[in-house]
């Protein structure tokens, strides 16, 4: 599934921006890029658009007003550099309100917002139960994205073996691979992306995938033959969540 998408910005920078934040994310597609109002009217009258990222301020026409002019909406972010709109924005209904300059990272979050409403959308069309929806929703995904250089990388999370923190960047060991992906990211960051029924942060330092662990010594585990400590507070809760029970 991808979901069509136009840019609307006056300024030829932000243009390319968005663009290449859209050709970042596998599940969005960039079907043209305006420079003004009058030119997403007519992208909207010749192509299904599912979603539109949004100026505020441009010549001719704010793009709140543009947006209330419209009988028949696609869903909407906007992309601004001011926040003094961020009230009305919200009387709009739109899905997402961005400051420039837009992090990919901030991006992404929004753009998941709006799949995660056009999924539910065609679900309520199709008359299909809600409640598996949000199943479903709340099981997936089994994945995550990571900026690495400018770009999304995807990290499957039952490849990951461990995670290591290393101040303001983070070290992901993937099975099968000898270098690890390096991301720029908190450890509090990446462990909220993971589930705790599979993962384990056994120090400040280390996040460990429980299905990875070779071995426990002492207060230390082995994953891919790489010893980790695990503090001292985190040793019981370890030994609980791997359902061992002293002899």
Known sequence: MKLRCIAVDDEN????????????????????????????????????IDLMFLDIQMPGMLGTKFLQSLTEKPMVIFVTAYSNYAVESYDLDVVDYL??????????????????LFQKKNAAKNNINPTVIQQKTDEQPDYFFVNVEYSLVKIPMKEIMYIEGLKDYVKIFLAGQTKAILTKSTMKGI??????????????????NLDKIESIRGKSVTVNKYEIPVSDTNIDELLRMLNYTKQ
């Open 191 to 208: 462990e909220e992306k993971l589930p705790t029924k599979n993962f384990m942060r056994v120090h400040k330092s280390y996040i460990v």
């Open 99 to 116: 400051m420039k300059p837009v992090s990919l990272e901030r991006f992404t979050k929004a753009a998941y917002k709006a799949l995660d």
């Open 13 to 48: 920078l932000a243009r390319k921006l968005i663009e290449e934040n859209i050709r970042q994310i596998p599940f969005l597609e960039l079907v043209r890029t305006c420079k003004n109002p009058f030119e997403a009217m007519a992208a909207l009258q010749e192509e299904q």
